[in-house]
Nanobody, 115 residues
Framework: QVQLVESGGGLVQPGGSLRLSCAAS????????VAWYRQAPGKQRDLVAR???????NYADSVKGRFTISRDNAKNTVYLQMNSLKPEDTAVYYC?????????WGQGTQVTVSS
């Protein structure tokens, strides 16, 4: 059974940093593209960053230069390093794994940026 478990969310002050983790099990992780999405209250779920199996990355314009996505295939884990956080980054962050057969979502982790 495939599982995705996100962790690392929390409350941080503006300008602070957090690192989110998405750990996968039960799947051939290294062949999958993995992405982080976020959803603020009352808004749609938007792509934040994506990393392919060859570690090519792309980012939403709103997070370029502040967020970094990376992966460790030995640990079946993708990370999202978030620096210079802003109140508008407040959202539930979800991990999504793209597999050739089907896609999988994690349960989400709350990130709140507030003073």
């Amino acid at each position: 059974q495939v599982q995705l478990v996100e962790s690392g969310g929390g409350l941080v002050q503006p300008g602070g940093s957090l690192r989110l983790s998405c750990a996968a099990s039960g799947i051939a992780f290294s062949i999958c593209t993995v992405a982080w999405y976020r959803q603020a209250p009352g808004k749609q779920r938007d792509l934040v960053a994506r990393i392919t199996s060859s570690s090519s990355t792309n980012y939403a314009d709103s997070v370029k230069g502040r967020f970094t996505i990376s992966r460790d295939n030995a640990k079946n884990t993708v990370y999202l390093q978030m620096n210079s956080l802003k109140p508008e980054d407040t959202a539930v962050y979800y991990c999504k794994l793209f597999h050739p057969i089907r896609n999988y979502w994690g349960q989400g982790t709350q990130v709140t940026v507030s003073s």
